[in-house]
């Protein structure tokens, strides 16, 4: 049905709601978003008491878990050897001089697309 | 170069069928032989070198395939998610803001499409806007009204490269377009941050890493963090969700004609389906009784003779 009022909206000559439908509506609006800042400015305050009991993002939370899959848990372990790897090296005092400085960003990558491959379908059914 | 060398074989060859010649002509052959043989072992030396050196891209010059994500107007008949984009707005003028200008944006844009006239009225009388002079000739400001373009946040190019250290940030008003990846990849970078590089990345002072930016060092600080902001409609301020927020606004200012479009295919696709269907029975029926048709050749018998 909608697709037909569609057509006859694209023949005849249509309104735009650009205004709002009545004043007092408005005011109400103008209210509520004073009290939000109000409100907004007094939460600053009380932040850091909030802070604990506050909801996980859901990305973090996916990321998480997607970590702990078996298909992930190989690239974990990889990212985790290289990362100590290089820690080693790093320590190493002649390690300014070497020629090659190994860095684990392949690893972090393979870790992050099995991460991202479990974890990005499921992302924007926990969102608004 | 090749014509030259075809005239002088052609010469030479010239050059063999007269017999005076003949001690002239083998010592340009030997010339020309010798010219040929070491541009030859030149060339082939030079490839042969440049074969031993290979050069590609690594994965971190390419950065991080940004994964796909479930836009909710990703579809072909899908429109964008309003309040997103509302919310985003909101996002972008509290954080991205303060770095990054939207340039193509008028405050007109929003009305109808995210805020009511009235709000984006107010919206834009917070801003101050060069008036037309005054009698004695002196500038003057007044109030934004709704069709002056959003300000940004610095007066040129080079103010906004003095306060980020160099880099300059990109304006945002097609950046969804901009980028390869679009929305998926805006969505990753902003969410992407690792809490630390991965061990043995060095990073130029004042850089961040960040894996989806080509090379993954990046002047943009991770600037989302769960309840940055707080929404109007009561929506948990995750990162994830101010970043989708964000990334959907960005994507309509980019296509402000997204969902016009999107409509305007709906129809073309059913009106151009059935005006298809009508072009195929009109064939059928025109062409049916010349297909169904059947001719017969009769002879005409001879006439027999007496």
């Known amino acids: ?128 | 170069m090749f014509s030259r060398l075809g005239s002088a074989f052609r010469q030479n060859a010239r050059a063999y069928s007269t017999s005076a010649k003949a001690e002239l002509s083998s010592n340009t052959k030997k010339a020309i032989s010798s010219v040929v043989g070491i541009t030859g072992l030149t060339l082939g030396y030079i490839v042969y070198q440049d074969s031993q050196t290979g050069k590609a891209m690594t994965a971190a010059e390419h950065g991080l395939q940004a994964p796909e994500y479930e836009w909710s107007h990703k579809g072909m008949f899908d429109s964008f998610d309003h309040a997103s984009i509302r919310r985003g707005f909101q996002v972008y003028r509290e954080v991205c803001s303060a770095c990054h200008s939207l340039d193509r944006i008028s405050w007109r844009n929003l009305v109808g499409v995210s805020h009511t006239a009235s709000e984006a009225k107010a919206m834009a009388a917070e801003f101050e806007y060069d008036d037309e002079p005054d009698d004695q000739g002196n500038p003057r400001k007044r109030p934004g009204k709704l069709t002056d373009p959003i300000p940004g946040p610095y007066a040129n190019e080079q103010a906004a490269r003095a306060a980020n250290g160099g880099a300059l940030p990109p304006d945002l008003s097609l950046i969804i377009k901009a980028r390869h990846g679009g929305c998926d990849y805006v969505f990753s970078l902003l969410t992407g941050y690792p809490e630390e590089p991965p061990a043995g990345v060095q990073l130029a002072p004042g850089a961040n890493y960040n894996p989806y930016f080509p090379g993954g060092s990046i002047a943009m600080a991770r600037v989302l963090f769960d309840d940055l902001v707080e929404y109007e409609d009561g929506t948990p301020a995750s990162t994830s969700q101010e970043a989708k927020d964000v990334v959907t606004f960005l994507n309509w200012c980019s296509e402000p004609e997204h969902d016009e479009r999107k409509k305007m295919g709906v129809k073309a696709l059913l009106i151009v389906g059935s005006l298809y269907l009508l072009a195929v029975w009109t064939k059928k029926f025109k062409w049916t009784p010349i297909k169904h048709r059947k001719i017969v050749f009769n002879p005409p018998k001879p006439p027999k003779r007496r």
Do not use: W
Not at chain 1, 5 to 16: K, T
Not at chain 1, 35 to 47: H, I, L, M, R
Not at chain 1, 53 to 65: F, G, I, R, S, Y
Not at chain 1, 87 to 103: I, S
């Open chain 1, 1 to 128: 049905m909608s697709l037909i009022r569609d057509f006859i909206e694209a023949m005849a000559p249509s309104h735009a709601y650009a205004e709002e439908a009545e004043e007092e509506e408005e005011a109400v609006e103008d209210v509520k978003e004073g009290d939000a800042e109000e409100e907004e400015e007094e939460d600053e305050d009380d932040d850091d008491d909030e802070d604990e009991d506050e909801a996980v993002d859901p990305l973090d939370a996916l990321k998480e878990e997607c970590q702990k899959t078996a298909e992930c848990a190989k690239s974990v372990k990889e990212f985790q050897a290289c990362t100590e790897r290089v820690t080693k090296a790093e320590e190493d005092p002649e390690y300014a001089n070497k020629d090659y400085k190994e860095d684990c960003v392949e690893e972090f990558f393979h870790l992050q697309q099995c991460v991202n491959k479990c974890a990005a379908p499921k992302l924007f059914s926990h969102l608004k």
